[in-house]
């Protein structure tokens, strides 16, 4: 029998698709039990409300809790803008105010998971660096900690630039291991994924209104995937390219090598051969 992985994924659902995705494989992975989901960045309670939706249409019952509107950063983070947020209902724009209540939260349902679990982060890394804050001693039973998140000697990749005190705090602080750019870029065209999703299915249906309200009904543009890939790096680790290096992290989110760094464990590549076969069997369910 497979070891299964306990999982608490974070992550900034509603704004590109690859999230969405995570959530879907994360459920349907057999060798992964997700025990938890946190949202962050900005209009938490909406991403919430779409992560709820995806479950309870997977007919998973993990515990989904809104986290920190603010980064470290201290600067304010707009409402939702256009993207697949829209099929959620038009909720209140929750405070910053309360970020370390609702941080506390998350600690607790973390606390409430039987055994260890893996934290994944797929957004910024505002949470995972305030419950390392706040609550240590939970951050010192996880298992471990991957984050989609790294772009080497490059322009800033998102996830860390939307928050980079929270990626430095997160890198030397927790050693984790990082799914940057070049190991989790590869796509599949549009046409592929609405053919593998069956539409009678509830969670495939959800996906595919999340997809064409991302996309639009004309835009042909392929699905990215950085967050599912990320995400497989737990239960198919053979197929990526780990190494221990030293990265440094500017206040603009970039990130390079340098012998006075950060330890982390970074994919420097990944098998896309052995990946797709998974994705693909993911969204056919």
């Known amino acids: 029998m497979a070891t299964m992985t306990k999982v608490w994924i974070d992550s900034d659902i509603g ?5 969405a995705v995570a959530l879907l494989c994360a459920a349907r992975h057999p060798e992964v039990e997700l025990v938890g989901v946190s949202t962050v960045f900005g209009w938490v309670e909406t991403r919430a409300w779409l992560a709820r939706e995806l479950l309870a249409r997977a007919g998973l019952k993990a515990p989904v809790l809104p986290g920190a509107v603010r980064p470290l950063t201290g600067r304010d983070v707009a409402g939702p803008a256009g993207s697949y947020n829209v099929l959620a209902p038009d909720l209140p724009h ?3 105010r309360d970020d370390e209540a609702r941080i506390d939260a998350i600690a607790a349902a973390m606390q409430s998971a039987s055994g260890p679990l893996h934290l994944v982060t797929i957004g910024a890394m505002t949470n995972a660096a305030k419950l390392r804050q706040r609550h240590p001693e939970l951050a010192a039973s996880w298992q471990g900690v991957t984050c989609m998140a790294g772009r080497l000697e490059g322009e ?5 630039r939307c928050d980079p005190p929270a990626a430095q705090a997160v890198c030397q602080q927790l050693a984790p291991t990082l ?3 070049e190991a989790c870029s590869n796509t599949l065209p549009r046409s592929e994924v609405e053919a593998l999703l069956d539409a009678s299915d509830p969670a495939s249906a959800f996906l595919l209104d999340c997809y ?6 004309q835009d042909d543009a392929p699905l990215t995937l950085f967050d599912p ?4 790096s737990l239960v198919i680790p053979e197929a990526f390219n780990l190494q221990s290096v030293r990265v440094a992290i500017d206040g603009e989110g970039r990130m390079r090598l340098t012998d006075d760094g950060c330890q982390v464990t970074y994919a420097l590549s990944s098998d ?3 990946i797709r076969p998974v994705i693909e069997m993911v969204l056919r369910g």
Do not use: K
């Not at 064409?212 to 009904?217: D, I, S, W």
């Open 156 to 160: 800033p990749e998102w996830n860390v």
């Open 272 to 274: 896309w051969g052995a």
């Open 179 to 181: 799914i940057g750019l």
């Open 212 to 217: 064409r309200a991302y996309r639009g009904q």
């Open 15 to 19: 704004d590109d698709i690859d999230d």
């Open 229 to 232: 890939i990320s995400l497989l």
């Open 94 to 96: 929750p405070s910053p």
